[in-house]
């Protein structure tokens, strides 16, 4: 028998351990809003930044969950069940959920990339209250019925469909396969027509119960709102759902690498009838939590970031070889991508790849000039700012932060860091990433000899 003493320390130490915890992530000042973190005993996490002169507000649930967390028979299955959260609850169907924001006037929406899945609705400040009650309905209350999983095949088999009829999007899961392979990262977001035809309600549902536990759910709000109030509102909200599954839980901690294997001098070509030969030349790239990356963002934005970036001048301003022509990055927890995109007719495919590897062999020898750092860095620092003027893209910010690093990095930090990389810097990350054999991935409707001299540019 446990003494009475015994049971009320117990009793208290549980209370205590259940309280929830809140901290002052980032003071606000030079316009800036204050970011504050709540973690629930629960798991949940909940950021907001508080913006008191603006009057709209975005909230967003972002799940520990991406295409790279499924099977290969699975695959599609992240994706499909972002449709069907929005199919129906206990409380509301699919109707009362769109009408509710469309009645204020809100947005609603939500997407899915390979490490995580984001539902958001963007409204009046007056109406958060609604927004939250919608928002974490759906991610705690789905049905996922079998009629609706059927008629929202049909949807996402339209949405494949109008992927393959856009070859410039499709030749970026295109390049993923070629540097990825048949592995979680090389496989398509969206899914296959096979594995999405092949999912049924109760596969869904097994899923959706594995990967939506509070813990690994990260709430984030931003705009004109009161911290202590949506943490009030979002906790009442998921304790009458029942989601709490533990009193005390801790949340899983930001996505650890897998090392996954990546390509280099691989090639794949996908024979199409288009206007145009979409193409891209690429390399490994950087995992999103390498130091190095703000470097790598300079050298990217030099490259291929803006008009008068090398490879638009190069390509479209002095010879007229592309309308569309850019690089990119792509940072995963383990590993990243670094892609040159240009589309252009058919007959001019190999002079544009090879003025594309001239450049980067050019840059990964040589480096920037100091001008085109300089130049860079400035444009990163003004997209940055002016990329963070509305509330949709600040709780993007500090959801996908909270996600990704678990912790919070304000803007003046980030231009600081911009500002801090040196020329020899971006010369590293360019001989370390440029340096490397490239990949390349073509959709286009290329004849045998023209597709045959097409591994010259990897060679």
């Known amino acids: 028998m446990t003494p009475r003493g015994s049971q009320a320390t117990a009793r208290t130490s549980s209370e205590a351990r259940a309280v929830a915890r809140t901290q002052t992530l980032i003071k606000g000042e030079h316009g800036t809003g204050t970011v504050r973190r709540t973690t629930l005993p629960g798991g949940l996490r909940i950021v907001t930044e508080t913006l008191p002169t603006v009057r709209s507000a975005t909230f967003g649930i972002w799940a520990h969950v991406g295409s790279r967390d499924e099977t290969p028979a699975l695959n599609g299955a992240t994706h499909y069940l972002e449709h069907l959260l929005f199919k129906g609850t206990r409380k509301r169907s699919a109707l009362d959920i769109s009408a509710a924001l469309d009645a204020v006037g809100g947005e609603m929406n939500a997407f899915t990339a390979k490490e995580y899945t984001c539902y958001y609705a963007r409204v009046l400040d007056t109406d958060l209250p609604l927004a939250i009650d919608v928002v974490c309905d759906m991610l705690t209350g789905s049905l996922i019925q079998e009629e609706d999983v059927d008629v929202e095949r049909g949807a996402i088999l339209e949405e494949i469909a109008m992927t393959e009829d856009d070859p410039g999007d499709c030749v970026h899961d295109l390049f993923a396969h070629t540097m ?41 709000a931003a705009g004109n709102v009161d911290h202590n109030k949506v943490v009030r509102q979002v906790r009442a909200a998921f304790e009458k759902a ?147 003027e509305d509330t949709g893209a600040l709780m993007n910010r500090i959801g996908k932060s909270e996600l990704c690093w678990g912790e919070q990095m304000s803007v003046d930090d980030m231009l600081a860091r911009m500002a801090s990389v040196t020329p020899d810097d971006v010369r590293a990350v360019a001989r370390d990433v440029l340096g490397q054999r490239p990949s390349l991935s073509v959709i286009g409707p290329l004849k045998d000899k023209q597709a045959s001299r097409l591994h010259d540019a990897v060679a």
């Not at 596969?203 to 984030?220: C, E, G, Q, S, W």
């Not at 790598?296 to 390509?315: D, I, P, Y």
């Open 242 to 388: 029942g989601a709490f599954r533990e009193p005390v839980a801790a949340p899983v901690a930001p996505r650890a690498g897998r090392r996954t294997v990546r390509a280099a001098g691989r090639m794949e070509l996908i024979g199409r009838r288009t206007e145009q030969a979409h193409v891209i030349l690429g390399m490994p790239g950087l995992a999103r939590t390498d130091d190095r990356r703000w470097a790598m963002g300079v050298l990217n934005t030099a490259l291929g970031g803006g008009m008068s970036s090398r490879l638009f001048q190069e390509v479209r301003e002095k010879r007229g070889l592309a309308y569309s022509v850019y690089s990119y990055t792509s940072g995963f927890a383990d590993c990243g991508l670094f892609g040159v995109y240009a589309g252009c007719r058919p007959s001019q495919v190999h002079d544009v790849l090879k003025i594309c590897r001239d450049e980067l062999e050019h840059v990964a020898e040589h480096g920037l000039t100091d001008e085109e750092i300089g130049r860079a860095v400035g444009q990163l620092q003004g997209s940055t700012v002016l990329g963070l």
């Open 180 to 220: 990825f392979g048949d592995s979680a990262l090389g496989r398509p977001v969206l899914g296959t027509v096979d594995t999405v035809n092949a999912l049924n309600a109760d596969r869904i549902r097994r899923f959706y119960r594995k990967h939506y536990d509070p813990t690994h759910l990260v709430v984030a």
